[in-house]
Structure formats: C-alpha cells, structure tokens
C-alpha cells in the first residue's frame, strides 16, 4: 500500500503563501488518482484539491483560483502551492488517493496556520 509523506507547512500572515510537498512510497504513483485534504480539530478530513494521472486537476470552491495543485510522477512527488492564505485554511494537510478506500493509511500531515 502507498505510504505519504507531507511538508512544507507553517505559519504565515493572512495573504501569504506556501508551498506542501508530498512524497510517497511505491512504483504506481503514476497510475493513482490523487488529492489533498485538510483538516481542523473536531471535523472530518475534507478533500481540498485532486489531480488525475493525466494532469486533470479538481478544486473544492473556497480555494478555487488560490491553490494549485501538481505532480511529479518521475519524482513520486505531489505539490499544492497555497496562496492567499486566510485564517479559514488553517488545518492539518494531508495528501492521499482520490476516492479514499476501506482502509486508509494517513501520513502524519503538516501544519499550515494563517493568522495575524
């Protein structure tokens, strides 16, 4: 099963950007569907942005025109670039494949704070 490895977040001021990579393990990565979620204390993880094998992309509408999402199939690497971050997208980010199956390995996700 694909392990996923997520970085880049942090902590910036309302307007700011970011850049979460996500690595993962095994040789399909090419062939998977596969998104980004977040999620904030007490709520379920929510999909946020998706990408297909091919390059076809898919955004939730609070982050349409904001966040962009990419892959690096040579290099088993997933990207969402945030910008014009709002306190709103403040979550733990996770990448995964897109639909979620019956059994789920979640990586340890990373943390983007927006706030003044």
């Known amino acids: 099963q694909v392990r996923f490895v997520e970085s880049g977040g942090g902590f910036v001021q309302p307007g700011g950007s970011l850049r979460l990579s996500c690595t993962a393990s095994?040789?399909?990565?090419?062939?998977?569907?596969l998104a980004w979620y977040r999620q904030t204390p007490g709520n379920q993880r929510v999909m946020v942005a998706r990408?297909?094998?091919?390059?076809?992309?898919d955004y939730t509408d609070s982050v349409k025109g904001r966040f962009t999402i990419s892959r690096d199939n040579a290099k088993n690497t997933l990207v969402l670039q945030l910008n014009s971050l709002q306190p709103d997208d403040t979550a733990v980010y996770f990448c995964?494949?897109?639909?979620?199956?019956?059994?789920?390995?979640w990586g340890q996700g990373t943390q983007v704070t927006a706030a003044s």
């Open positions: 995964n494949v897109y639909p979620l199956g019956p059994t789920v390995i």
């Open positions: 095994g040789s399909i990565f090419g062939l998977l569907n």
């Open positions: 990408i297909g094998p091919g390059g076809n992309t």
